[in-house]
C-alpha cells in the first residue's frame, strides 16, 4: 500500500455486455490500446481467464470485462483505503450496501463494491504494490445526483472527501475535495428525479466536443442533464455502446 493514494481514485474497472465494441469505440475516441493480462483465479467469475487492460502512453489505468451475473453494465471507480474490510463494516454503518464482499485479486490487492446511501456504485481497493495513482486516461471523477441528494456525510466518514460550497453557477456544478486537496470530482445535477445516482467517470481526450461527434457515428446517444458548454473542461456526457455512462473531457 502507498498511504499517499488512500482517498485517491486509483482505478476503474469497466463492465460490457457487448464488450468487443466497447474496446473498438474507447480505442477510436480515446486513443487507447489493450493488453491482455492472464488471471489463473480470475476476480469475476474465477477460473483462469484473460482480463484486457488499457492503455495511454504506457500507463494502464483500467480493466474491461465481460458483465459479470447480477452486475450492470458499468464503469466502477475505486477508491484507496488502508483497510478494505474496516471500510465495508464502516460503510454499512453509514447506510451504505455491500454489493460484493471483500475479495482478493490475485498479484494486485484487496477490492470491495459498494453502493452509497443514494444507490451510486463504488469500489474500495487496497492495492499491494508502489504504482502510483494513474493520470493520464481519466480526469476528476462526476457525480449525477438523481432523487436523492449527494451523501456527503457518507463520503466525508468513509474517504475524508469534502463537498464544496455551492459556487452560484447555473450548471450547478460543485467540487468533491479529497485528502491533501485532492481533486476528487464534481457534482452535478443528472436532471431527472427518476434517475439513480451515479459516478461516471472523465475520460480524457484531445477535444471533447469533436470526440463526441466522432462517438456518435459509432452508436451512442447523449445523456440527459449534461453540463452547459461553459463547465471549465466543456465535458459531454455519453453511454457507450456496451451502455456504461461516460464523460468526455478535454486533456
Request: hydrophobic share 40%; with cysteine.
Amino acid at each position: 500500500m502507498n498511504s499517499e493514494k488512500i482517498g485517491r481514485i486509483i482505478w476503474h474497472d469497466l463492465f460490457s455486455s457487448d464488450l468487443q465494441r466497447s474496446l473498438d469505440f474507447y480505442r477510436r475516441v480515446a486513443g487507447w490500446h489493450y493488453e491482455n493480462e492472464h488471471a489463473t483465479d480470475f476476480a469475476w467469475g474465477g477460473g483462469e481467464k484473460d482480463f484486457i487492460l488499457a492503455l495511454l502512453d504506457g500507463e494502464a489505468g483500467a480493466g474491461c470485462t465481460q458483465t459479470p451475473e447480477a452486475f450492470p453494465n458499468s464503469w466502477i471507480a475505486y477508491v484507496e483505503v488502508a483497510d478494505v474490510d474496516a471500510s465495508c463494516a464502516q460503510a454499512q454503518e453509514l447506510s451504505g450496501t455491500i454489493l460484493r464482499e471483500p475479495f482478493e485479486v490475485p498479484g494486485v490487492g484487496r477490492n470491495a463494491l459498494l453502493r452509497d446511501p443514494a444507490g451510486a456504485l463504488i469500489g474500495l481497493a487496497l492495492s499491494r504494490h508502489d504504482y502510483p495513482a494513474p493520470t493520464r486516461q481519466f480526469g476528476p471523477e462526476i457525480y449525477l445526483s438523481g432523487r436523492s441528494e449527494f451523501p456527503a456525510g457518507f463520503y466525508l466518514e468513509l474517504f475524508d472527501w469534502e463537498l464544496s460550497a455551492a459556487s452560484g453557477r447555473t450548471d450547478g456544478e460543485r467540487r468533491i475535495v479529497g485528502p491533501s486537496s485532492t481533486d476528487i470530482g464534481r457534482l452535478l445535477n443528472a436532471g431527472g428525479q427518476d434517475t439513480q445516482a451515479m459516478w461516471v467517470p472523465s475520460v480524457r481526450v484531445d477535444d471533447a466536443h469533436r470526440a463526441a461527434l466522432e462517438a456518435k457515428v459509432l452508436g451512442v446517444q447523449l445523456l440527459e442533464g449534461r453540463p452547459s458548454k461553459d463547465w471549465e473542461s466543456n465535458p459531454v456526457l455519453l453511454s457507450d455502446p456496451g451502455g456504461a455512462s461516460l464523460c468526455l473531457v478535454d486533456s
